[in-house]
């Protein structure tokens, strides 16, 4: 573990008091309702932890998309979250605070704001890990006017994530993939470096095959599902990576690759594993991607899945009880294996 932990809300007094419960509830809606409540749940076992403890009150707040304009309040009110938790939940004592960003002050880390978020309250408990990368007033200010505490599931995103920084089983098998190669390459370079392999797939590999930005060399797939256009029902076949026709994509690794990606990963000790190695979501583009998920599951080590697409991958190949932990952060993970210290943990004082 790279650095100490923050104080555990086990540790806290919680009896009879008024608690602001920071959760990372952005989750995506689809016709007013919850279309995924992943996150939702993963919240659960700090916001029972509390009720069980005796909380008088507990005032879940969470931000929900990145709402900017007048009418983006009805598409971002947090009603259909706040229904879907209430089923969980049900609970007089749990209310569902509006989404923080409908206040401009909550991505300055606005002190006003924080103080409107803190009124009334006696204990601040911040489970968000998907958010722990931004300082903002629901996730860093309000912890500077509170006594502060970590939730159970921030805290298990530290702890398994964080193995993968500390001394690592080997070998070591980084996956990654996904078009916006930008955005990984801190990780990528942060990890990879202490990776026995890096596999790379999806987009991101024809860009490191051009000009290599690591100081290790990644695996690439030798050959790729190639695309006459993209789209989903495109003329398709299996070419090697250097045989694309003209004017051709490739949409995912090929079968010969698929083969050597899975082998490196099930014989893996310690897996994680970022973005898809295609258009996954597109069922002829989606094996190369279905493999990998399977391979993970087959691994007997340490597995790791983050980030959005991977996740849902993982849920879609029906294997999510056979990875050992799968994050709920997105860039909060990958800044947190970049290295990076998180505000939203660094607001929290650590454990004694
Ligand atoms: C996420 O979904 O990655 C987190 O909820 C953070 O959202 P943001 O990128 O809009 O800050
Ligand atoms: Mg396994």
């Given at each position: 573990m790279s650095s100490p932990l923050p104080r555990s809300v086990?540790?806290?007094?919680?009896?009879g008091r008024t608690i602001l419960l920071r959760a990372d509830l952005n989750v995506p809606l689809e016709g007013g309702r919850v279309a995924d409540d992943t996150r939702i749940r993963a919240s659960l076992p700090t916001l029972r932890l509390l009720l069980d403890r005796g909380a008088r009150e507990v005032r879940v707040c969470s931000h929900l998309g990145r709402p900017k304009s007048e009418e983006d309040r009805a598409r971002y009110a947090m009603e259909p979250v706040r229904a879907r938790l209430r089923e969980l939940v049900p609970d007089e004592r749990v209310t569902v605070l509006e989404?923080?960003?409908?206040?401009?002050g909550e991505t300055k880390n606005d002190t006003d704001f924080a103080r409107r978020l803190a009124d009334g309250c006696d204990l601040y408990v911040d489970d968000a890990f998907g958010s722990a990368h931004r300082a903002h007033s629901s996730t860093v200010g309000v912890a500077e006017l509170l006594p502060a505490y970590a939730g159970l599931l921030l805290l298990d995103e530290l702890r398994n994530l964080g193995r993968l920084l500390g001394d690592i089983e080997r070998p070591f098998v980084l996956v990654s993939g996904g078009a916006k190669v930008e955005d990984k390459l801190g990780v990528l370079q942060h990890l990879g470096s202490r990776a026995d392999s890096v596999l790379i797939g999806g987009k991101m590999a024809e860009d490191v095959r051009g000009?290599?930005?690591?100081d290790f060399d990644p695996v690439l797939p030798t050959d790729v599902v190639a695309a006459?256009?993209?789209?989903?029902?495109a003329e398709s076949r299996v070419t090697?990576?250097?045989?694309?026709?003209?004017?051709?994509?490739?949409l995912d690794i090929g079968p010969e690759s698929r083969v050597v990606f899975a082998r490196a990963i099930t014989q893996a000790q310690t897996v994680f594993w970022n973005g898809p190695m295609g258009v996954f979501e597109w069922p002829r583009f989606a094996e190369g991607t279905v493999a990998v998920a399977r391979a993970l599951a087959e691994c007997a080590g340490f597995t790791v899945v983050g980030g959005g697409d991977s996740v849902r991958a993982v849920h879609e190949a029906g294997v999510a009880e056979q990875v050992s932990w799968i994050s709920t952060g997105g860039g909060a993970s990958l800044e947190l294996l970049e290295g990076k210290e998180l505000p939203g943990v660094a607001a929290i004082p650590v454990a004694a």
């Open positions: 086990d540790t806290a007094d919680v009896d989404n923080t960003r409908f206040n401009p000009e290599n930005p690591f006459s256009a993209f789209a989903e029902d090697p990576f250097d045989a694309l026709p003209d004017g051709w994509l490739g």
